[in-house]
């Protein structure tokens, strides 16, 4: 027994090409361009016996993206899914609308801090995914917990920012708090840690991931000030909650060294590693990084 895992989608919020978007790496993707393929927002799927699953956030694109994977379709029973829970890294739109394609009473396990169940259960809309047929887990950071199959998981962590809608005037955008997690999976002895979502690398995020087999991570943006250089935006990276790719201070510098196949997610439309053959993508992956595509499995 091991564990597999399905990259569902790979872009960051509003999905790749963006539907209002034509920047540069967009305008590829629009023209067809062979050097980019399109993307769907971020979420993966995860199993320790091929049977039982878990999604790692439910992205706006659910539902496309269940469509795109046969293992995550109805098997046997006429109403049902292998979908039996799903853990979310935070309250994001991105990382929550997708529950709503999942209202139509099968039952699944929703495992999150009690922040982000908190921040769901705020807004009505969720009230469609019924607490009896739902059953809400809050998970405290560093508990171990069970999913189905012998899939074990542990939420920690990780610099970053509340939801976009809850920030406020002067939002903390690289606070350790509950509100932005990453996720460590394992089954017997290996490991998988996805973290979509990281504003800075701290010594202690470091060692946890230096434990890692696998490690899928924030791919955001090449550089800080990238959306305000392309014209799409006027918020830096880490404004956001992001720490670039790039630079001294960026995540291939932080994270070099580590033992774990690594490989960036959550990649913004703007991104230029979105580029096959890019003086961007060649630098990320001489430095040993690998690029998420929907539909990219993983087995350990």
Same mark, same amino acid.
């Given at each position: ?13 509003? &999905?790749? !090409? ?14 067809g /361009? ?7 927002q ?8 091929g049977?039982?699953? @878990? ?6 694109d659910?539902?496309?993206? $269940? ?6 379709? !109805? ?13 979310? @890294? &935070?309250?994001? $739109? ?10 139509? *009473?099968?039952?699944?396990a ?12 705020g807004? !009505? ?5 019924a607490? /009896?047929?739902?059953? +809400? *887990?809050?998970?405290?950071?560093g508990? +171990? ?23 406020? /005037? /002067?939002?903390? @955008?690289a ?13 017997g ?6 973290? !979509? ?43 956001? &909650? ?7 201070? &960026? ?10 196949? +690594?490989?960036?997610?959550? $990649? ?27 539909g ?5």
């Open positions: 027994m091991g564990l597999t895992a399905i990259v569902l989608g790979a872009a960051a919020g509003g &999905g790749f !090409p963006q539907w209002n978007c034509n920047c540069d790496v967009c305008r590829l993707a629009w023209a /361009d062979r050097r980019v393929r399109a993307r769907t971020a979420s993966v799927a995860v199993s320790a016996d049977e039982r699953w @878990t999604l790692l956030n439910a992205s706006p659910l539902r496309s993206q $269940i469509q795109s994977n046969p293992r995550l379709h !109805p098997q046997t029973s006429r109403r049902g899914s292998p979908i039996e829970a799903v853990v979310l @890294t &935070g309250a994001e $739109i991105d990382q929550t609308a997708g529950l709503l394609s999942l209202r139509e *009473c099968s039952p699944f929703l495992h999150a801090t009690a922040t982000t169940l908190v921040a769901v259960a807004n !009505p809309m969720f009230g469609a995914l607490p /009896d047929v739902v059953s +809400r *887990c809050a998970i405290v950071p508990a +171990r917990f069970s999913l189905g199959g012998g899939l074990e998981a542990e939420l920690f962590m990780v610099p970053g920012k509340v939801p976009l809608y809850l920030e406020g /005037d /002067d939002p903390d @955008t606070i350790e708090s509950a509100a932005n997690v990453g996720v460590e999976l394992s089954c002895k290996v490991r998988l840690a996805y973290v !979509p979502g990281a504003a800075a690398v701290t010594p202690a995020l470091r060692e946890r991931l230096s434990r890692a087999d696998v490690l899928l991570f924030d791919g955001t943006l090449f550089t800080d000030d990238e959306m305000i250089r392309s014209c799409t935006g006027s918020k830096t990276g880490r404004r956001m &909650g992001h720490m670039p790719i790039d630079g001294a201070d &960026g995540s291939v510098a932080a994270l070099q060294g580590l033992r774990a196949r +690594r490989i960036f997610i959550h $990649i913004n439309n703007t991104n230029p590693i979105l580029v096959d053959g890019s003086a961007e993508r060649r630098r990320v992956e001489a430095a040993g990084w690998e690029i998420a595509e929907d990219m499995e993983i087995v350990l």
